[in-house]
């Protein structure tokens, strides 16, 4: 039997602060009364990264529509987030875990030395984790409508 994880689904989410592509500090729990989206992903710049963060920016009405917080993360830096959200109009807050302290603390380390697994962790108003969907391999990238439907289903939590 596998011990649980502090980040599986209905456990508290492990707060952090991380700075965003601007150098600004952004803390988890700064936005408690609020779902929050985590988006981990491997790399900006990548291919598949930025068929995924640009496929969320083609749906930013619909992930708006939901009210709530989503931000992308990966290991890269504060310059490079900021190039990235920049060359791409990405509209979403990207978060800068050069340190892979959060990486770690929500399990969502790939298979891949020192890469992080494209991951979605959907976080309920109240700070509980309710949707968890980790890819180890980098190559499989989550569907916007399964984390527009997880958010809706966190808002209905509250």
């Avoid at 962790?121 to 997880?150: N, S």
Wanted: glycine content about 6%.
């Amino acid at each position: 039997m596998s011990e649980s994880k502090s980040s599986d689904i209905g456990s508290q989410a492990p707060d952090f602060t991380l700075p965003d592509g601007q150098g600004k500090q952004w803390r988890l729990s700064a936005h408690r009364g609020k779902t929050v989206v985590l988006l981990f992903y491997p790399g900006d710049e990548t291919p598949i990264c930025t068929k995924q963060l640009c496929s969320v920016r083609d749906r930013w009405e619909d992930y708006s529509a939901t009210g709530a917080e989503v931000v992308g993360i990966s290991t890269n830096n504060v310059e490079s987030h900021k190039s990235f959200a920049e060359n791409h109009s990405l509209p979403l807050t990207l978060l800068a875990d050069v340190d892979r302290k959060v990486i770690e603390a929500y399990d969502v380390e790939s298979w891949l030395p020192n890469r992080t697994a494209r991951s979605v962790v959907v976080i309920d108003p109240q700070g509980v984790v309710q949707f968890r969907e980790v890819h180890r391999i980098g190559l499989i990238r989550p569907k916007d409508d399964k984390i527009i439907e997880a958010i809706k289903m966190a808002n209905a939590s509250r």
